[in-house]
């Protein structure tokens, strides 16, 4: 029987109750919290950071979250438009005029956000070590053509979303998307969450658990690999970790994920530290788009850089999560924020990957409470 350490109030007490069963289940080592008025009322973990099972997860154990390093990727770009640093209804060009080429002139900021630009990849093949390079992965994206007429539809910009809208952060601030978040957003708040990871914290790493290799169909087309193509294991290697990927290199826990997006649960304000007016917050939640996402396949409403959903409790929430099974939810409303975090990936799809959304639920059931 795996145990979870940490703190829950008793409130909240169905979401220690839920990380256990996954614990004893589906997974190898997670994390779980939820803030509620900014304030950490569930700050839980337990498992291993390895797949044999010989160490444990402790407190301050991170991994890489996948894509719900996108969250922390426009929460900078809203911070920016806050302070009136960026429009948001601007031409991306006004900030990175080499961007203007191949028709994109009218390509706006908002249309990075709502992965509606037409930029879901690259079109020139690209190696991982050109993903790791800067200059190259947004020259590349400043000289192609947009697939489709931008803000017209939706197509999930899975890599290419942090390099366009971090480049337009370095075009303003003179810094990297990963400096500019750990300097204005991570820092202010001591949330241990980083775009681009340093040496010093290696040890505190779990590598990311690869996700079962789905069956072959014989009679099935292959599988579109991505470009570049990533398999899970790249999360592991230290190039990987070194580089600043701001769609998907972020390496956290819940505790550091939700610490972060409470502040747009609260209003822009979060454990006495300000980040956003009111205003600046509700931004999140303009519609950019409704309908069937061409690179996910399936029904999406695109925010302002998260999803938006019809189904949840109260009407101003977003979310987004990462690839095997990490996401964040943010409840305005309700001024809640629920974050959990692993390192067994499971594909996206696969049936009875229900973990994230048994936090969601069991943090629902102590609101209620």
Not at 8 to 21: G, H, M, Y
Not at 135 to 156: C, F, I, N, V
Not at 247 to 274: D, F, I, K, P, Y
Not at 296 to 315: A, E, K, V
Request: contains cysteine; hydrophobic residues 40%; aromatic residues 8%.
């Amino acid at each position: 029987m795996v145990e979870t350490l940490g703190t829950c109030t008793d409130q909240f007490a169905p979401v220690r109750e839920a990380l256990t069963a996954s614990l004893n289940d589906k997974d190898v080592g997670a994390s779980v919290a939820v803030y509620l008025d900014g304030e950490p009322v569930v700050d839980l973990w337990g498992g291993h950071t390895d797949e044999a099972r010989t160490d444990l997860w402790q407190r301050d154990t991170i991994t890489n979250t996948w894509s719900t390093t996108k969250t922390m990727t426009a929460l900078c770009a809203l911070v920016l438009a806050d302070r009136g640093e960026l429009d948001l209804d601007a031409p991306v060009a006004r900030y990175w005029p080499e961007f203007a080429a191949n028709g994109k002139d009218d390509v706006r900021v908002r249309h990075l956000l709502g992965h509606t630009a037409g930029l879901p990849t690259w079109d020139a093949p690209m190696t991982i070590e050109d993903l790791y390079d800067w200059p190259t992965a947004t020259a590349r994206l400043a000289a192609q053509a947009p697939a489709w007429k931008p803000g017209t539809e939706a197509g999930y910009h899975a890599s290419t979303y942090g390099h366009l809208l971090g480049e337009v952060v370095r075009r303003i601030t003179g810094r990297s998307l990963g400096a500019f978040f750990a300097e204005e957003i991570a820092g202010p708040l001591g949330a241990d969450f980083h775009i681009g990871l340093s040496a010093e914290h290696d040890h505190r790493v779990t590598p990311v658990i690869p996700p079962a290799e789905r069956p072959r169909d014989p009679d099935a087309e292959p599988d579109r690999p991505g470009n570049p193509p990533i398999v899970a294991g790249t999360a592991n290697t230290e190039a990987w970790r070194r580089a600043e990927i701001p769609a998907a290199n972020g390496h956290g826990n819940a505790r550091s994920v939700a610490a972060v997006q409470s502040v747009l649960a609260c209003g822009g304000t979060a454990r006495g530290v300000r980040l956003l007016s009111e205003a600046g917050c509700a931004r999140v939640l303009e519609e950019q788009f409704n309908g069937t996402d061409s690179v996910l396949g399936g029904p999406i409403r695109w925010g302002m850089g998260y999803s938006l959903s019809d189904q949840l409790p109260n009407p101003r929430t977003c979310s987004w999560g990462g690839w095997g099974g990490s996401m964040v939810l943010v409840d305005m409303d309700a001024r809640l924020t629920v974050a959990y975090v692993m390192n067994r990936m499971i594909n996206s799809g696969d049936p009875g990957d229900d973990r994230a959304f048994l936090m969601v639920a069991a943090a629902y059931e102590g609101l209620s409470g």
